[in-house]
């Protein structure tokens, strides 16, 4: 087995391929992006940002990068993985190299977990980008820096700054999906693989935060173009928190923590333990 960071990336202004050379990826036209310290590279324009410092605060980043090295979320990670690597046997892809981008990719968790759980035999190409430079960084510092496993890149899931049709697998991950990118960068035969909450997804605590749920609308997703749909599978389990500060994590890492009331957060603030029922489902779409 093999691992090694994604090579082809393409310029964020023109589509051209970039090319490294030293410390900087650059494009035919000359456009030029330097790669930071910490070894990832910012494929963001300033164009393509919709405020100064978009995504995950470093704050948030460092809640999620605490709340799953504890292992909360594992049985997330291994379902992802099982995924990724289902079927691939059959696919024999002319060079053995499956080439996999996470899209939302945080600080990096679920990509370290597949490169861990990646079969004997199979090689590894592997890209995470994410639009917060917190969570990239995060990311970049967590690789080895004299064999890094992964491409950490800060870019948009709306403008991909990858080749077409150079992936074998995009995963999401409780993300926002950008189908017609995804659909875009994925060669025929590729997979689209989303994790998504669950209706019952931590209930228990938006139970606490929020005055009152909204009904959940059961129905079925339809197929975005360009795709067909090839499988779903259901996670649940329980989960017991029992320390103040790792509900905080949970609660600073989620959306719930922006929407929920100033009297909700007090209250989540407030509880020694609570027992959360996680609820998700591993969606795989196939490019036709």
């Known amino acids: 087995m093999s691992i090694i960071p994604f090579q082809a990336l393409a310029c964020p202004l023109d589509g051209e391929p970039l090319n490294q050379s030293g410390s900087a990826w650059s494009c035919p036209a000359g456009h030029s992006f330097d790669i930071a310290k910490h070894g990832y590279v ?3 324009p300033v164009q393509q940002k919709r405020s100064s410092d978009p995504g995950d605060s470093n704050a948030m980043v460092a809640a999620r990068r605490r709340f799953l090295n504890s292992g909360h979320y594992q049985p997330i990670a291994e379902a992802l993985s099982s995924a990724v690597f289902d079927h691939t046997e059959r696919e024999a892809p002319s060079d053995a190299l499956l080439r996999c981008l996470d899209a939302g990719c945080g600080e990096g968790y679920y990509l370290r977990a597949l490169a861990q759980a990646a079969p004997n035999g199979q090689s590894l190409s592997l890209m995470g980008l994410d639009i917060s430079k917190w969570a990239v960084q995060a990311a970049a510092k967590q690789d080895d820096k004299q064999a890094p496993q992964s491409r950490w ?136």
């Open 42 to 44: 910012n494929l963001l």
């Open 153 to 288: 890149v800060v870019g948009s899931n709306a403008n991909l700054p990858v080749q077409s049709a150079t992936l074998d697998r995009v995963l999401c991950m409780f993300g926002f999906p950008m189908y017609h990118e995804f659909a875009r960068v994925l060669k025929p035969g590729g997979v689209l693989i989303q994790v998504e909450a669950g209706p019952d997804h931590l209930r228990e605590l938006r139970d606490i935060i929020y005055p009152s749920l909204k009904p959940e609308r059961a129905s079925a997703p339809e197929s975005p173009a360009g795709f067909i749909p090839s499988g779903t599978e259901n996670l649940r389990y329980a989960l017991t928190l029992s320390d103040t500060e790792t509900m905080t994590d949970l609660l600073a890492m989620t959306p719930h923590f922006y929407r929920a009331t100033t009297e909700g957060r007090e209250k989540a603030a407030e509880l020694k333990t609570i027992t959360l029922t996680v609820d998700v489902r591993v969606v795989r779409w196939a490019r036709v």
